[in-house]
Structure formats: C-alpha cells, structure tokens
C-alpha cells in the first residue's frame, strides 16, 4: 500500500512525490517513461518575473527546481534589474540534458519509487480514492496526485498533419483522460506550441545582438551548492515585413486558423502567427536565439513558436537577418489537451467530490514549469497529509505567489492556460523573489518538511534578521524601501481578517440565501469557498450578496 501515488513525471508531478516523501509518505511515481523525469517539454528556461518568485518559494520548502536549474544553468539574467526589487525576476538558460540528470538525481535520493506505467484509471469506493489501475497492474493507495501535463486526450499539429501524442515522440494519455471526462473533472481543452529547433551551427551570429550572461554568478537555491559550469551568450533577431508576409500568406495552412485546434492559447505566449494576424501592424517582433546545452548545437529561437507546416517554417526563419542559412533540426508544433476546472478543487488541490484524489500542474489550466511545479509542491505535501493524517498546508496570496497562483484557480477557474505574473499579486510589494524565506521561512518550519541543512539555513536566516548589520544586507534594503507600502498593505490585511474567519458551511445552498440572486449563486456554486474572504475575491459577487451571505453564514455558525 502506497501513501501517495504520483501520476506524470513532470515538474508538477517530481515536486508532488519528492514534497509527500519529505512528509514521511511511502510514495510511487507512475510515468510512460523514466527518461521523462525533468524533462523540459518546451523552452529549457526556468524562472523569469513572477515564475523566478515561484521557484524562490518552492526553494524554500526544499522543492527541487531551484536546485535543479542551478546545477545546469548556462545562462543568467536577472530581469527588470533596473527596476525595484519587488518586480525583478531571476531567470536561467539551463543546459537541457544536466537539468534532467540533475532533477534525476534528486529523485533517486527522494526515497520516491519509480514505476514505469501507463495509469490507466483510479478506483474509487464510496466517493474515496483507493488505488490505481496501471498497465503493469494494479496499486493501492490513501491519495493520488494527477500531474498528467498536456498529456490527457492529446492531439499535436504540424500543419496539416494531426496525431495522438502530449508531446512531440510521446504517447497520449487516452484511458484516464476519459475517465477524468466520464467523472464530469473535465472542462474543456486548451493549447499551447513551440518553435522549430534550429542548429546553431549554421546561424551567422555575428549580425544578431548578443545577450551575455549577467557578471555575478547568483544562484536560484538559497543552499548555494556551489556548482559552477560554464556560460553562453544568447543573442536576439526580429522578425520583418518580408517574415510576415509569408506567415500570413500561409494562414490557411495553420491548424489554429482552419479550425482544427479549438482549445484556447496562452494570451501571454502566443504562436507567431497568432501575433501576425493580431497585431498587423508591427513590423517585427523580437525572437531570442537560446542555446540548449553546453554541448549541443541546437538553439531554441524564443518567440515564434508555431504549428504551420514543416515548409513554411523553414521558409519564414530563413527570412530573418542571421538566419538566412538556417537549418531547421526539428519543426514547431502545437498540442490540445483536456484540462480540468480548478475550481473543482480545495486548497489543498484536493478534488472536492473525490476524498483522496489531488491534481496539480498544467492539467489545471496552467502553462509553465514553474506554475506546474509548485503546484506540484502544494499537491504533495497535502496528499501526504491526508494519507498520514498530519495537518494541511495552505499558502495566502498575502504571503505568496504560490498562495496568488492557487487562490485564482480555484476561485476564478481558468478559460485560457494560466501563467504568473507579478501585476496578478495585489501585494506585490511585499513578495520579493529575495524574500521567499522571510515570508515562509516560519510556516516551511511548522510543516516539517524539509531536510536539517535547510532548518539550519532557515534558522539562521531569522537570526541574520535580527542583527545589527541586517540593514546593510540586499534584502534589509529593499524592507526599508518598501516599508510604508507594506506597512499600508498590513493595515489592509487587517482589515479583511474578520472575513477570513467567516467559515461558509460546506452544505450551503447558496440559491436558498436570501437576498443571493441566481447568477450570484451560480458563480458561489462553482468556486464554492470556504470563508467570506475567498468569496469576496470571486469575480463578479456583489457587496450585497457577500452581505446575504455574511447574515447566512453568521446565523449557522450561531
Ligand atoms: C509543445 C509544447 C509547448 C509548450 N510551450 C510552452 C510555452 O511556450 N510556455 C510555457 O510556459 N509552457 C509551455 N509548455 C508547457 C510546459 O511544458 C508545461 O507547462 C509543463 O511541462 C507542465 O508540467 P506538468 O508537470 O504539469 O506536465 P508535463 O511536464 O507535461 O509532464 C507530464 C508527465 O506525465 C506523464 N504522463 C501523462 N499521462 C500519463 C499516464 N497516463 N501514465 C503515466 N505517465 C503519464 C508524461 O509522460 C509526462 O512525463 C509547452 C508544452 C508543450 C508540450
């Protein structure tokens, strides 16, 4: 018998089994394939403003993306570096194959069980998750986190060409995506791309503008390991006239606008020729040449991810300055998948009406390795919980992008892939990616899960606090410069307590409150919350339904 399952080898589904195995859980990561373990489906990139903070976070709790990125990073940029702390994002090029060996390792030393499976489909008994059917038999389990990517019911598009697949060479996850659909989780399906590998050999990079490496060697993991491999330039084209023109000359060729992809893009990662046709008139858009490993020659060119035909590909890059001679390695291509409403979820990412079940990742409407990965995070530690009966952990969007991240899904839903930003965090000021172990440092304590290096690490962090010279340090400068903000912020906060503890009973019938109308109850019925706080940040209820249901919600407690 399992504590934990784990469905998807992928960021969500490494930090969920390394995060439950933490908490003590006996646990099993079922994945198609074992090579698949960190594996970076898309731009090998981690971090950036709003993810860069993600990661800090998930660090803090001794997640392994930081550690992971930090062992393979070939390039790094501190971004917005000449604006204020709050909104500076920390981002790495990680050289793709050491990002998989290094998150490789740290699975083998997380005491998690790799079984090479296809999951096939959960059993249930009497609304409680009890185990899972897998191709190579069945497995027993108290709690089981979904972490299955782009995989459920997965289609990918190249052009004309259509196929079965959640990834470029990978299967799809047919079986338990129409399960999760005969079950009523599924909302619909949603898309995203990538662009054609280039090979960096036949780029003329002396008419591109390089973009070094920044000076400084930081990390991303607080525990500094000290690891240190060499560093690359990227370098940064644009598109042009002549690009668009055979872009949009070839619309009808493109799955997105001929109507075979009707799941819904990320707004803030569009395909290039989604950016053709919506913003005509620009005359170019920046495309930045990455390089994938120390020794590999292919470049991910950033920023024209694509799904028109092979030929028209390798047409439209030729057309950019310094990639005249360009070969193209590997076409872009785009992926449809199933995804589920978040709002079908706890905090804890536990499924409402399934006890047991949790998912996490881009199976939630997300996009992105480090959204997948801490919700992986919050997925594992809470199943954990519930297998082993230890107390939850829940994050406050007032303490953390994570607690932003989770707060919006499961009370907004999602109706297009999901991304973080730092403009998503009303308290933005106060979550710095330089403060992760200040704002969580207490609560990563209380849960238990982390190793002794990083209770050390923590500890003297609070000691380094409350020393003279803390003022002089990066992070007491930015407190300073931000103290009047946040000191407002924490008057508002205080304000808002009262609503926090209003618990809204499970049961309530929202259409039977007076004063609630139908459409009010309609959108309470689907986040459903669990205090009047979490209701009053649900998209479009009124100040007098959250009054209604103040009186309702007062009067059961009475
Ligand atoms: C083509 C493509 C383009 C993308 N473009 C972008 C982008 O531009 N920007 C961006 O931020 N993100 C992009 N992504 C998304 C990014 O890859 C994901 O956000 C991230 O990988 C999600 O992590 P995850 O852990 O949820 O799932 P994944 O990383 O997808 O991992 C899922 C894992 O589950 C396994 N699995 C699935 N079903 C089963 C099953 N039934 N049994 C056993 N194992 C199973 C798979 O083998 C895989 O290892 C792209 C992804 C793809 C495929």
Not at 200 to 228: F, N, V, Y
Not at 280 to 307: C, M, W
Not at 441 to 469: N, P, W
Not at 536 to 553: D, F, H, M
């Amino acid at each position: 018998m399992f504590d934990v399952l784990v469905i998807g080898a992928g960021h969500a589904g490494c930090e969920a089994a390394a995060a439950a195995a933490r908490r003590g859980a006996r646990v099993g990561l079922v994945t198609f394939r074992s090579e698949d373990i960190g594996q970076m489906s898309c731009n090998p990139s981690i971090g950036g403003v709003g993810k860069g903070h993600l990661v800090r976070e998930l660090d803090v709790f001794d997640g392994l993306m930081a550690r992971a990125a930090d062992r393979a990073v070939i390039h790094r940029r501190m971004l917005n570096r000449s604006k204020g702390p709050a909104v500076q994002g920390p981002r790495f090029q990680a050289d793709r194959k050491l990002y998989r060996a290094a998150m490789a390792q740290l699975m083998a030393e997380s005491g998690v069980e790799i079984i090479v499976a296809e999951a096939t489909s959960m059993r249930t008994d009497g609304g409680r998750l009890t185990g899972l059917e897998t191709s190579g038999g069945t497995l027993d389990c108290r709690a089981l986190v979904i972490a299955t990517g782009t995989f459920l019911d997965a289609r990918i598009f190249v052009g004309e060409e259509i196929r079965e697949g959640g990834r470029r060479g990978e299967q799809a996850s047919v079986a338990l995506g129409q399960q999760v659909r005969e079950i009523g989780l599924a909302q619909g399906r949603l898309k995203t791309g990538t662009p054609p590998r280039l090979d960096g050999r036949t780029i003329d990079w002396s008419k591109l503008e390089p973009q070094p490496s920044d000076q400084d060697a930081w990390t991303m993991s607080a525990l500094d390991d000290g690891c240190r491999i060499p560093q690359l330039a990227c370098a940064v084209g644009r598109t042009n006239a002549r690009t668009h023109e055979i872009i949009s000359s070839n619309f009808d060729r493109s799955p997105l606008f001929a109507g075979a992809i009707e799941g819904r893009g990320p707004r803030y990662c569009p395909s290039i020729e989604d950016k053709v046709r919506r913003f005509a008139d620009r005359d170019g858009h920046q495309i930045f040449l990455e390089p994938e490993g120390l020794d590999d020659h292919l470049v991910y060119p950033n920023g024209i991810s694509t799904s028109l035909p092979a030929d028209v590909q390798l047409d439209f890059v030729r057309s950019v300055e310094g990639l005249e001679r360009v070969e193209i390695v590997r076409p872009g291509y785009a992926v449809e998948y199933e995804f589920v409403d978040p709002r079908r979820l706890r905090w804890t990412l536990e499924a409402r009406d399934l006890e047991g079940l949790f998912l996490a990742g881009q199976i939630n409407g997300t996009t992105g390795y480090e959204e997948a990965a801490a919700q992986g995070l919050a997925a594992g530690l809470n199943a954990a919980a519930h297998a082993r009966d230890l107390e939850p952990v829940t994050f406050d969007r007032r303490t953390s992008y994570i607690g932003v991240m989770i707060d919006d899904l499961t009370l907004q839903g999602v109706s297009e892939p999901y991304r973080m930003m730092t403009a998503r965090a009303e308290y933005r000021l106060a979550l710095r990616a330089d403060n992760a172990t200040t704002r969580l440092g207490a609560a990563v304590l209380e849960a238990g899960c982390v190793s002794e290096l990083r209770h050390m690490a923590i500890t003297e962090h609070f000691e380094r606090r409350s020393s003279q010279d803390w003022s002089s340090t990066g992070e007491g400068q930015a407190d300073a410069l931000y103290a009047p903000y946040v000191e407002r912020q924490e008057r508002e906060w205080a304000a808002v307590q009262r609503d926090t503890r209003v618990a809204i009973p499970p049961a309530l019938d929202f259409a039977s409150v007076p004063g609630i109308s139908t459409e009010m109850a309609e959108r309470l019925e689907a986040a459903r919350p669990e205090t009047l706080d979490q209701a009053s940040r649900i998209r479009g209820v009124s100040p007098a339904a959250l009054s209604a249901l103040y009186v309702a919600a007062s009067r059961r407690a009475a």
